[in-house]
């Protein structure tokens, strides 16, 4: 029918204006540049930093050396203490809130969001602030008569990796909160009726049940804790460095792109991985 | 049977509050001490506020953010709501697929999509501006805005927009005069959730920012990296005021629009 | 209600890729009338309702509405409006401008429009609501802003679906009521789908049955009820006893009918044939017991095992089982007083007039 085909072109055009900006960006602007970056990571470097537009896999022959290996192999370790630490800090804290009355709980949750609210870098700064030489850490200390000298804090892998689990605490705690949340109550009184002591019903139905968010919560800490670079720039003060700060100066003081793009390509290989892996997980638990 | 009262989770909460808290407490209130270094108080001031303000680098980089943060939210907010307002409308075969793919630039980490912008401006001969940041920002802040208003929208009765219809509002009128309106709350929430986002990324900003371009996270970045100082103290508390305003701010409409 | 057709609907068809939701319908609807499309859920009833108000595109056939074609028109460009299930009413809005919305897109001057909304608003009895938003009314509040809205437009045909669907049943007797006053006062077409029969005999000028796309009959509430053309109809209007026979005899006026070896005279002219299987209804109303089944006149007897009463406050509800094992429902007057055992026999019997011959199957499938 004649109507009925112009009926759907119109239709055709009003979805194509609304939906085409967002897709045709997201193309543009995220998977060309995506693609690009790997593609890059297959390409040579001349001597001024120059690109050699050909194939070769000299890039990951090198991020194989020893040099490369041990700092991806110490950012993994660094983001796995990191995420332990977010973890045993916000799991009790988000079950204490979850079962906390209505208020309480409100008051424990905005708590948490609000410093989240503030710019991570600020965050960091404020640490720098308490942990410097002359910061009120060191002054405290020095006038307990505890230490003879300020101790070294600022600059070390340990501030490194506290300014890491201080930023990313709140990301875990939402996830969890959520999770344990929706636990209902009643399974509770099941297991206590059924005779399971605290710690039992701890182990034996809360915990198993709070795993898919515990995963989120890692997922969600871990990721961005391998590329967080002013982290490490911050308070490592240069002596620290992660992968991400590896990434970063390929892509400016060093200016070997190709190599960047491929440590880029490798460290995402491993998110998505990371990713994937939870989502297996996920699937698998979904009660 | 009478609960016993365990102070164990009290203290505990109280002991991660107050590590959360000090440091930025430490940071606001020295942002008034008169003593450029140190712990010891000296009496208030607000010198280091006006010295701040008189620091030109400072100012150029606040107005830069407005400007970045401000077309970012803009732009986020006009593509996004479009893009809910078609997914809510239509249905078409891998609608779920392309769904979970506009959802993928919120997920890759942000320096990966600082470093591969970076490097796609350069082949493409874009130079770096505020318009390159801003791109960048769009890039991960339209994903934010479009599931916000989606997930408004799912909650909107299809057959509002028939009466509509029905009533002698043509399609697009429909969504002028019913659909909009009623995504309005939805749209100013997610704008300021952008706004924060962009205000507050570095890891992006600081691939693709152009030599004067430097937003203000980006200058608080390199003046960090110097070691403590007052007007920085300064700079972060004025920050950290507006920004938990302005959460304040989203949580209160999102609350008010679930009502 | 006059005879000037406001609708025609030639060879309707709708399907959605496998099912067909509408099948082939032929109707006319005539100004003035209150036409109700009744069946169960996916019957149709409301695919019909969405083609003729625009929401849906027909897959076959024409809707001609007020003489013209409308095939090509946009809802918005139909002389119809809708007052949907869920009352659709905008929530931005008060209830003032959800009124005035239709009128508003006509640009009507602002005089003009104002008077309008404030006589519909009367008409609904909302004077005191007029400032308030949709979700500060309650259920059949709402009903009644989107009644007003609709019929302010003064369309040429109101479309209902479902509207009381959601009130609770007290409001729900009250609206309708209401509602056939309403569409009394203004002479509009209305075409009304529900799937609740009582409401649709309490309102309906006429009565579409639908099922499975299909129309199984049109005509007035009585005739629906008394004389349902369908065996369809008949199990779906009110309670039936539905008893199978043979055709034996097509006299003039009469046909008589074997069942459970026995003959039965069923007044009326049917199109059966000798020899051909189909249904007797009775209403359980129409049954009476009887004492001795060999002498009640002209009456058609049968005897059945009695199974169970059931008490429903100013009749009882006798249940038996008759010779071919079909359940037979009969309905007395809690008065009467007659009481059985279970396993007793009992004779039953009921007046040739009272009783319709339908077909064996329930509709085509």
């Given at each position: 029918m004649k109507n009925q085909s112009s009926f759907k072109k119109r239709r055709l055009s009003v979805m194509g204006m609304t939906i085409g900006p967002m897709t045709a960006w997201t193309v543009l602007f995220f998977v060309f540049p995506l693609a690009y970056i790997v593609s890059l990571s297959f390409c040579g470097r001349d001597a001024y930093g120059g690109i050699v537009y050909a194939f070769t896999l000299k890039n990951y022959q090198t991020l194989a050396k020893p040099v490369y290996m041990q700092v991806l192999g110490k950012t993994l370790r660094m983001s796995l203490i990191v995420t332990c630490f977010v973890t045993l800090i916000a799991y009790p804290y988000a079950a204490i809130a979850a079962r906390a009355g209505k208020r309480v709980q409100n008051a424990l949750i905005a708590g948490i969001m609000v410093p989240f609210w503030t710019n991570a870098l600020l965050r960091i700064y404020a640490i720098m602030n308490i942990t410097s030489a002359n910061g009120l850490i060191n002054t405290f200390l020095l006038g307990l008569g505890l230490v003879k000298e300020p101790l070294q804090?600022?600059?070390t892998d340990f501030a490194v990796m506290f300014g890491m689990v201080y930023t990313m605490t709140p990301l875990m705690v939402m996830p969890l909160y959520a999770n344990l949340q929706k636990i209902d109550g009643s399974l509770l009184e099941a297991g206590r009726d059924l005779g399971a002591s605290p710690a039992a019903l701890f182990l034996k139905v809360i915990f198993p049940l709070s795993i898919p968010g515990i995963v989120s919560g890692v997922i969600l800490v871990y990721i961005p804790s391998m590329f967080s670079f002013y982290i490490a720039d911050a308070l490592?003060?240069?002596k620290s460095i992660i992968i991400g700060n590896v990434i970063s100066n390929q892509f400016s003081?060093?200016?070997n792109w190709p190599f960047g793009a491929a440590l880029a390509v490798l460290v995402m290989g491993l998110s998505t991985l990371l990713i994937l892996a939870k989502n297996l997980l996920t699937k698998k638990l979904d009660y | 049977m009478r609960k016993r009262f365990n102070p164990g989770p009290a203290l505990f909460i109280a002991a991660a509050l107050a590590i959360l808290y000090i440091p930025i407490a430490v940071m606001v209130i020295f942002?008034?001490?008169?003593?450029?270094?140190?712990?010891?108080w000296t009496g208030f001031t607000l010198k280091w506020y006006l010295e701040l303000l008189a620091h030109p680098d400072a100012v150029r980089a606040f107005t830069n953010s407005m400007v970045v943060s401000g077309v970012t939210t803009g732009v986020s907010i006009l593509m996004g709501a479009f893009a809910a307002i078609g997914f809510h409308r239509y249905d078409f075969k891998g609608k779920a697929l392309l769904d979970s793919f506009l959802y993928v630039p919120t997920i890759v980490p942000a320096m990966l999509l600082g470093v591969s912008l970076f490097s796609f401006y350069d082949i493409c001969k874009i130079p770096l501006s505020k318009g390159t940041i801003i791109i960048a920002h769009i890039t991960f802040c339209v994903p934010i805005t479009f599931n916000t208003i989606l997930s408004s929208l799912s909650?909107?009765?299809a057959s509002i927009e028939e009466a509509a219809r029905d009533l002698g509002c043509s399609e697009l009128g429909t969504i002028w005069r019913v659909v909009l309106p009623n995504i309005v709350p939805a749209m100013v929430s997610s704008g300021l959730l952008a706004f924060t986002f962009s205000f507050e990324d570095v890891m992006t900003s600081f691939f693709v920012a152009?030599?004067?371009?430097?937003?203000l996270s980006m200058y608080i970045f390199g003046q960090i990296k110097t070691g403590v100082k007052p007007t920085l103290n300064a700079l972060s508390t004025l920050v950290i005021l507006s920004m938990v305003t302005l959460g304040i701010v989203t949580q209160a409409l999102q609350k008010r629009e679930k009502k | 209600m006059d005879n000037e057709k406001m609708i025609e609907l030639v060879g309707l068809t709708k399907t959605f890729s496998q099912t067909t939701?509408?099948?082939?319908m032929n109707l006319d609807v005539y100004r003035g009338e209150f036409l109700t499309f009744l069946g169960?859920?996916?019957?149709?009833k409301t695919t019909t309702l969405r083609m003729i108000a625009g929401f849906e595109e027909p897959t076959a056939g024409q809707i001609i509405l007020g003489g013209k074609n409308?095939?090509?028109?946009?809802p918005e460009k139909r002389d119809v409006n809708t007052v949907f299930q869920n009352y659709?009413?905008?929530?931005?809005?008060?209830i003032r401008d959800n009124i005035a919305f239709g009128l508003k897109l006509k640009k009507l001057p602002k005089p003009t429009i104002r008077d309008k909304v404030e006589q519909a608003i009367c008409l609904v009895k909302l004077e005191e609501h007029v400032?308030?938003?949709?979700?500060?009314?309650s259920g059949g509040q709402k009903q009644r802003v989107a009644i007003a809205r609709a019929i302010v437009n003064e369309p040429k045909v109101l479309l209902l679906d479902?509207?009381?669907?959601?009130?609770d049943l007290k409001l729900r007797k009250e609206m309708q009521l209401e509602l056939k006053h309403l569409q009394k006062t203004l002479g509009i077409t209305f075409i009304y789908v529900t799937h609740d029969q009582e409401e649709a005999l309490t309102m309906s000028d006429r009565i579409v049955v639908m099922n499975r796309g299909n129309i199984e009959q049109v005509g007035v509430s009585e005739e629906i009820y008394?004389?349902?053309?369908t065996r369809f109809v008949a199990d779906f209007i009110g309670e039936t006893n539905l008893i199978a026979g043979v055709v034996t005899i097509k006299g003039a006026g009469f046909t008589q009918v074997e069942s459970c070896r026995k003959r039965y005279s069923i007044e009326g002219d049917y199109p059966y044939r000798t020899g051909e299987a189909l249904t007797i209804c009775v209403r359980p109303e129409n049954i009476h017991f009887t004492r001795?089944?060999?002498?009640?006149?002209?009456y058609n007897c049968m005897e059945g095992i009695y199974e169970e009463s059931v008490y429903v406050g100013n009749m009882v509800k006798h249940i038996l089982r008759n010779p071919a094992g079909e359940t037979i429902t009969i309905n007395r007057l809690t008065r009467k007083g007659e009481h059985f055992e279970p396993g007793q026999a009992v004779g039953f019997c009921w007046s040739p007039k009272r009783a319709v011959l339908v077909d064996a199957q329930a509709g085509p499938t």
């Amino acid at each position: 029918m004649k109507n009925q085909s112009s009926f759907k072109k119109r239709r055709l055009s009003v979805m194509g204006m609304t939906i085409g900006p967002m897709t045709a960006w997201t193309v543009l602007f995220f998977v060309f540049p995506l693609a690009y970056i790997v593609s890059l990571s297959f390409c040579g470097r001349d001597a001024y930093g120059g690109i050699v537009y050909a194939f070769t896999l000299k890039n990951y022959q090198t991020l194989a050396k020893p040099v490369y290996m041990q700092v991806l192999g110490k950012t993994l370790r660094m983001s796995l203490i990191v995420t332990c630490f977010v973890t045993l800090i916000a799991y009790p804290y988000a079950a204490i809130a979850a079962r906390a009355g209505k208020r309480v709980q409100n008051a424990l949750i905005a708590g948490i969001m609000v410093p989240f609210w503030t710019n991570a870098l600020l965050r960091i700064y404020a640490i720098m602030n308490i942990t410097s030489a002359n910061g009120l850490i060191n002054t405290f200390l020095l006038g307990l008569g505890l230490v003879k000298e300020p101790l070294q804090i600022l600059y070390t892998d340990f501030a490194v990796m506290f300014g890491m689990v201080y930023t990313m605490t709140p990301l875990m705690v939402m996830p969890l909160y959520a999770n344990l949340q929706k636990i209902d109550g009643s399974l509770l009184e099941a297991g206590r009726d059924l005779g399971a002591s605290p710690a039992a019903l701890f182990l034996k139905v809360i915990f198993p049940l709070s795993i898919p968010g515990i995963v989120s919560g890692v997922i969600l800490v871990y990721i961005p804790s391998m590329f967080s670079f002013y982290i490490a720039d911050a308070l490592g003060g240069g002596k620290s460095i992660i992968i991400g700060n590896v990434i970063s100066n390929q892509f400016s003081t060093s200016k070997n792109w190709p190599f960047g793009a491929a440590l880029a390509v490798l460290v995402m290989g491993l998110s998505t991985l990371l990713i994937l892996a939870k989502n297996l997980l996920t699937k698998k638990l979904d009660y | 049977m009478r609960k016993r009262f365990n102070p164990g989770p009290a203290l505990f909460i109280a002991a991660a509050l107050a590590i959360l808290y000090i440091p930025i407490a430490v940071m606001v209130i020295f942002s008034f001490n008169r003593q450029e270094a140190g712990v010891s108080w000296t009496g208030f001031t607000l010198k280091w506020y006006l010295e701040l303000l008189a620091h030109p680098d400072a100012v150029r980089a606040f107005t830069n953010s407005m400007v970045v943060s401000g077309v970012t939210t803009g732009v986020s907010i006009l593509m996004g709501a479009f893009a809910a307002i078609g997914f809510h409308r239509y249905d078409f075969k891998g609608k779920a697929l392309l769904d979970s793919f506009l959802y993928v630039p919120t997920i890759v980490p942000a320096m990966l999509l600082g470093v591969s912008l970076f490097s796609f401006y350069d082949i493409c001969k874009i130079p770096l501006s505020k318009g390159t940041i801003i791109i960048a920002h769009i890039t991960f802040c339209v994903p934010i805005t479009f599931n916000t208003i989606l997930s408004s929208l799912s909650g909107f009765d299809a057959s509002i927009e028939e009466a509509a219809r029905d009533l002698g509002c043509s399609e697009l009128g429909t969504i002028w005069r019913v659909v909009l309106p009623n995504i309005v709350p939805a749209m100013v929430s997610s704008g300021l959730l952008a706004f924060t986002f962009s205000f507050e990324d570095v890891m992006t900003s600081f691939f693709v920012a152009g030599p004067g371009d430097q937003t203000l996270s980006m200058y608080i970045f390199g003046q960090i990296k110097t070691g403590v100082k007052p007007t920085l103290n300064a700079l972060s508390t004025l920050v950290i005021l507006s920004m938990v305003t302005l959460g304040i701010v989203t949580q209160a409409l999102q609350k008010r629009e679930k009502k | 209600m006059d005879n000037e057709k406001m609708i025609e609907l030639v060879g309707l068809t709708k399907t959605f890729s496998q099912t067909t939701a509408v099948n082939n319908m032929n109707l006319d609807v005539y100004r003035g009338e209150f036409l109700t499309f009744l069946g169960p859920s996916g019957c149709g009833k409301t695919t019909t309702l969405r083609m003729i108000a625009g929401f849906e595109e027909p897959t076959a056939g024409q809707i001609i509405l007020g003489g013209k074609n409308c095939e090509a028109l946009p809802p918005e460009k139909r002389d119809v409006n809708t007052v949907f299930q869920n009352y659709a009413l905008f929530p931005h809005l008060s209830i003032r401008d959800n009124i005035a919305f239709g009128l508003k897109l006509k640009k009507l001057p602002k005089p003009t429009i104002r008077d309008k909304v404030e006589q519909a608003i009367c008409l609904v009895k909302l004077e005191e609501h007029v400032a308030k938003k949709p979700s500060q009314l309650s259920g059949g509040q709402k009903q009644r802003v989107a009644i007003a809205r609709a019929i302010v437009n003064e369309p040429k045909v109101l479309l209902l679906d479902e509207p009381l669907g959601a009130l609770d049943l007290k409001l729900r007797k009250e609206m309708q009521l209401e509602l056939k006053h309403l569409q009394k006062t203004l002479g509009i077409t209305f075409i009304y789908v529900t799937h609740d029969q009582e409401e649709a005999l309490t309102m309906s000028d006429r009565i579409v049955v639908m099922n499975r796309g299909n129309i199984e009959q049109v005509g007035v509430s009585e005739e629906i009820y008394e004389s349902p053309r369908t065996r369809f109809v008949a199990d779906f209007i009110g309670e039936t006893n539905l008893i199978a026979g043979v055709v034996t005899i097509k006299g003039a006026g009469f046909t008589q009918v074997e069942s459970c070896r026995k003959r039965y005279s069923i007044e009326g002219d049917y199109p059966y044939r000798t020899g051909e299987a189909l249904t007797i209804c009775v209403r359980p109303e129409n049954i009476h017991f009887t004492r001795n089944i060999a002498d009640v006149g002209n009456y058609n007897c049968m005897e059945g095992i009695y199974e169970e009463s059931v008490y429903v406050g100013n009749m009882v509800k006798h249940i038996l089982r008759n010779p071919a094992g079909e359940t037979i429902t009969i309905n007395r007057l809690t008065r009467k007083g007659e009481h059985f055992e279970p396993g007793q026999a009992v004779g039953f019997c009921w007046s040739p007039k009272r009783a319709v011959l339908v077909d064996a199957q329930a509709g085509p499938t």
